[in-house]
């Protein structure tokens, strides 16, 4: 197998055994070249430590929670309705990948300094606080809050299952409600 198909295998390995639980930990090298059926030699030649895996499994996660972002938007639609769509995504996204979304947004303390990101995120969210202003939000709502809003609903689905949640565009509609978006 080439150099680079297996690295990626690995690291899709280990984004796999990371993305369906609720305990917080990153997949250790040796899982991932069990889930790939390596040696756990073989891991050593793309990643030189765990700290490595570690760093490239939130990079990927990173990428994949924007790129999720972003194919929702349409520049085309008025701001508001961006925002929406913006903000359905980020709740699905979150609620379909609780292990993923718990290591990006939740694991900073533990994983201390392997705790990366890109950027792209913050990107993504100066982008969403220009959203808001267009959509006519309040001044004194932020990118932030908005941020804050959907981090709390995504936390709450991922650990609180057992509640009757409604469905994703409603508890969207909810927050704007809240947020005192109107439309």
């Known amino acids: 197998m080439p150099g680079e ?3 990626d295998r690995l690291l899709d390995a280990a984004l796999e055994l990371a993305s369906p639980g609720l305990v917080l930990a990153v997949p250790s090298l040796r899982s991932a070249a069990r889930a790939c ?3 756990a030699t073989a891991v050593y030649r793309y990643f030189a430590s765990q700290s490595e895996l570690n760093r490239a499994i939130l990079l990927r996660i990173d990428a994949m929670f924007v790129a999720a972002l972003t194919e929702a938007d349409d520049p085309k639609l008025p701001p508001l309705d961006r925002l929406r769509r913006i903000a359905a995504a980020y709740l699905a996204w979150g609620v379909a990948n609780p292990g993923l979304y718990q290591l990006r947004f939740e694991s900073a303390g533990q ?3 392997d705790y990366v990101q890109s950027g792209a995120a913050d990107i993504v969210l100066g982008g969403i606080g220009r959203l808001a202003r267009g959509a006519g939000a309040d001044e004194r709502v932020t990118a932030e ?3 804050v809003g959907m981090h709390g609903v995504v ?3 991922i650990h609180k299952p057992h509640l009757a949640w409604p469905d994703v565009e409603t508890h969207v509609d909810r927050l704007f409600i809240l947020w005192g978006f109107t439309a």
């Open 145 to 147: 809050d908005l941020w």
């Open 5 to 7: 198909a297996l690295r």
């Open 37 to 39: 059926g390596v040696s």
């Open 111 to 113: 994983l201390g300094e």
């Open 155 to 157: 936390s709450l689905r």
